[in-house]
Each structure stands twice: as C-alpha cells, then as structure tokens.
C-alpha cells in the first residue's frame, strides 16, 4: 500500500520524534515551535516518515525529513519533501531555507541551492535546530518559491502540535525547548 502523506496529529508526535532519534535526526524544539507544521506518512496507520516546516512570515525553515529503514529507496522522503514545499506555496511562503549534514544532492533535486548563513533571514537563524542542533559544518541552503496571486491561501486550523495540545500542556517548563 502506498503511503498517505498528511497533517500530523499531536498524537502523532511520539511516534515523529522516535523516527527522527532512528534516523540520527535532532528533535529539539520540533513539538513546542509554534508556527510549525509536521507532515506524516503512513503505511497501514504505522507512521514511517515525516518532514516539518517551521514559518517565520514569508520565509520557512524546512527540517526534520525522515522515512523509516523499511520504506527507504521508494520515494517517500521525495513525496514528503514535495508535500512541505507545496504547503509553503500555499501559504504564499517565497523562500524555504534548509541545514544539511550530507543530503545536499537530495535537496538539490528539489530545488535547494546552497546559500551563506549570512543570507538567512535573522527570523529563520532564531530556529532550536539552526542555533543549537545542525554544527556549524552544516550546509545551509535555499528555495525560491515561486508564488502565484491567484492561489488561495491555505487555512491551517493550528500552526503547530504545540497550539494543539490541552491548555495544561502549555507549562512551559515541561516543554522540551522550555
């Protein structure tokens, strides 16, 4: 069966931050950065891939691209990564700005261009993985969207896992980037 990609759950964000440990990818800030939306894969309702998109205005921080060992070489981190960049489209983002440790040739399939961090927009450089996850060897880089007026803007009920959870889970304290 072939997996269906949609808007994760906050249900679903153990499940997210235990692929990302498998796959060596940082989770810190991923459940409490608000202005983040986390897409799922799954396969026969086991989740086995995800990708994220934080937004800071017109510009978007894309992280977190995983797929599980058993469904790697099919696609999938191709269908999630599309799936990020065409919600950044619909949300009239004009640049999606990524940190890489080795996967610069996948992402530049997708349009990614390398970029000197001095070129990020400062909203993007205050992201949990751009100032404390990726080391500095990271590559950074960028996609220039090309946004059309008469799309529609995409409604998003909630912008993160965060805005979701039950007002007793927004203690701070208990948040992992608290």
Same mark, same amino acid.
């Given at each position: 069966?072939?997996?269906? @990609?949609?808007?994760?759950?906050?249900?679903?964000?153990?499940? @997210?931050? /235990? !692929?990302?440990?498998?796959? %060596? !990818?940082?989770?810190?800030?991923?459940?409490? /950065?608000?202005?983040?939306?986390?897409?799922? *894969?799954?396969?026969? %309702?086991?989740?086995?891939?995800? +990708?994220? !998109?934080?937004?800071?205005?017109?510009?978007?921080?894309?992280?977190?691209?995983?797929? *599980?060992?058993?469904?790697?070489?099919?696609?999938?981190?191709?269908?999630?990564?599309? *799936?990020?960049?065409?919600?950044?489209?619909?949300?009239?983002?004009?640049?999606?700005?990524?940190?890489?440790?080795?996967?610069?040739?996948?992402?530049?399939?997708?349009?990614?261009?390398?970029?000197?961090? /001095?070129?990020?927009?400062?909203?993007?450089?205050?992201?949990?993985?751009?100032?404390?996850?990726?080391?500095?060897?990271?590559?950074?880089?960028?996609?220039?969207?090309?946004?059309?007026?008469?799309?529609?803007?995409?409604? @998003?009920? +909630?912008?993160?896992?965060?805005?979701?959870?039950?007002?007793?889970?927004?203690?701070?304290?208990?948040?992992?980037?608290?």
């Amino acid at each position: 069966m072939e997996p269906r @990609v949609e808007i994760a759950e906050p249900l679903d964000l153990p499940a @997210v931050l /235990s !692929l990302l440990n498998a796959c %060596g !990818l940082p989770e810190a800030g991923l459940a409490c /950065s608000p202005g983040t939306l986390i897409l799922v *894969a799954r396969t026969d %309702g086991e989740l086995v891939g995800c +990708a994220a !998109l934080e937004l800071y205005g017109q510009h978007a921080f894309l992280r977190s691209v995983a797929v *599980a060992a058993a469904q790697r070489g099919r696609g999938l981190g191709d269908r999630l990564t599309e *799936a990020a960049l065409d919600l950044a489209c619909r949300l009239r983002v004009v640049e999606v700005h990524l940190l890489t440790e080795g996967a610069e040739g996948f992402f530049a399939r997708h349009g990614f261009e390398p970029v000197d961090r /001095s070129q990020v927009p400062v909203a993007v450089t205050g992201s949990v993985e751009f100032t404390s996850c990726c080391c500095s060897s990271a590559t950074s880089m960028v996609k220039h969207m090309e946004v059309h007026r008469a799309r529609r803007r995409l409604i @998003v009920p +909630a912008l993160s896992l965060h805005d979701l959870a039950p007002a007793s889970h927004h203690d701070l304290k208990s948040c992992a980037c608290g």
